[in-house]
């Protein structure tokens, strides 16, 4: 194939792989560094392309943090709230698949440090703790209390207040995620996060069964 068709097709591959690129190399640096601490030169240096580039694909520093979360975590509760929809099984399965996806999430990926980093910069930059509550958490808590709404509906579950049993599903994995960042390198052996993850669900379960069901 002549060169100048060749060209071409691996630039459109490139391009095409751009905003990933960025979004790794801001990971790496927001990590190291914060959210205030990071500039949009420090991202550019760590993709290895000009800053300029950057502003091809984000408006901002704020554009770049927004669409990690959305590109990890909210992408990871829109899978879960698809498979929420198509789960035929009973609610205790379905609750122990979601809360198992959850910690996976946790305790594999590099995105975890994200809610530590929105967290820390809160004070500052309230904007950015609106629009983490609006996608991620909101968006988690209803996926959570829909599924608790319907193991009581169903008669497998006691009588609940959904709101308050989705918030004390996600507590035991926020404590993983921040041991994992903040912690765990304190750690003289690797922490059994999926020994807590297994210990929780079985308690929680054991919590929400309706009576006479077996747990």
Not at 116 to 126: D, R, W
């Amino acid at each position: 194939m002549p060169p100048d068709v060749v060209q071409p097709q691996r630039w459109k591959r490139r391009k095409a792989a751009r905003p990933q690129e960025i979004l790794d190399a801001a990971m790496s640096v927001f990590a190291a560094k914060g959210y205030a601490g990071t500039r949009m030169e420090d991202i550019a240096h760590e993709a290895g392309i000009t800053k300029g580039t950057i502003y091809l694909y984000f408006e901002n520093k704020e554009a770049v943090l927004k669409a990690l979360v959305r590109d990890s975590i909210g992408s990871t509760i829109d899978q879960l709230a698809g498979q929420v929809q198509a789960f035929e099984g009973s609610t205790p399965d379905l609750l122990r698949f979601v809360l198992t996806a959850m910690a996976q999430f946790i305790v594999t990926s590099d995105r975890v440090v994200l809610p530590k980093i929105v967290v820390a910069e809160a004070g500052n930059f309230p904007e950015l703790a609106r629009f983490y509550r609006d996608e991620i958490i909101d968006k988690g808590l209803g996926l959570l209390s829909a599924v608790i709404a319907r193991g009581s509906a169903r008669g497998e579950f006691r009588a609940v207040v959904p709101g308050h049993v989705a918030r004390l599903c996600i507590a035991p994995l926020l404590l993983a995620a921040i041991w994992r960042t903040t912690f765990a390198q304190f750690d003289a052996a690797p922490y059994d996060y999926q020994g807590l993850t297994e210990t929780h669900i079985e308690t929680l379960l054991r919590g929400l069964a309706a009576e006479g069901t077996p747990t």
